[in-house]
């Protein structure tokens, strides 16, 4: 089961609309970083350490949010295009049910920045935080079509398939860590940027490796 799912979440990295979506997530992540640098770079009263601690986890929560709600027909093989309107759609129908899903998003990326030890598993909390959409998605799914019958044991796969995915989100995290270290020295000497500033520019890029624990799950869901 494990190695289908995994095949079928390398399939979802053939459609180009998985690509334009990873595109809009960098381009959320990044656009704040962004515009921080600018403010940061003639106004030394802001600091980039409180920016990373207190608004990325929310940035980053809506962020993989998003994109895994407009990527769900693909991801959990319902279609072959995706679904650009869902999230709004969603925000109009439940809007409490989507507030709630945005609070256990960033409540659980705090958690995960907070303990040191997960800090540097990215691609783990990629995962973590998708597969909560993904179960919000198929609750949606749900509701709006009550012939669908979800359960809560419908979310949590075998044993097996859990270690083959962590195993994959640790091998990931452990790639993007070192990625990281790398391009972080080499941005910030080129680039004359400070370590905090070349680290928010750089970890939402490596962030995007954890895309495809998302996606082996997403293939387990379907």
């Known amino acids: 089961m494990f190695w289908d799912s995994l095949y079928s979440a390398l399939n979802v990295m053939t459609y180009w609309q998985t690509y334009i979506s990873l595109s809009i997530y960098l381009l959320l992540m990044l656009t704040p970083v962004i515009i921080l640098f600018l403010i940061f770079k003639k106004n030394h009263a802001l600091h980039t350490m409180y920016f990373k601690k207190l608004l990325v986890p929310i940035i980053e929560a809506v962020s993989v949010a998003l994109a895994v709600l407009t990527l769900f027909p693909i991801i959990l093989h319902l279609g ?88 994959t989100s640790a091998i990931l995290s452990k790639l993007g860590h070192f990625v990281f270290i790398s391009m972080t020295k080499t941005l910030g000497n080129r680039f004359n940027l400070t370590e905090e500033v070349a680290e928010l520019l750089i970890l939402p890029l490596i962030a995007t490796l954890g895309f495809l624990p998302i996606f082996i799950y997403g293939a387990w869901l379907s």
Do not use: H, T
């Open 80 to 167: 072959e295009d995706a679904s650009w309107g869902f999230p709004l759609r969603v925000m109009k129908l439940l809007p409490g049910s989507f507030l709630g899903l945005l609070s256990i998003l960033i409540i659980l990326a705090y958690i995960i920045d907070v303990i040191p030890v997960f800090r540097k598993l990215q691609s783990m909390k990629m995962l973590l935080l998708g597969a909560v959409s993904l179960a919000f998605v198929q609750l949606f799914l749900s509701f709006i079509n009550p012939i669908i019958d979800v359960e809560l044991g419908d979310f949590i796969p075998g044993y097996w398939f859990i270690c083959g995915i962590l195993i």
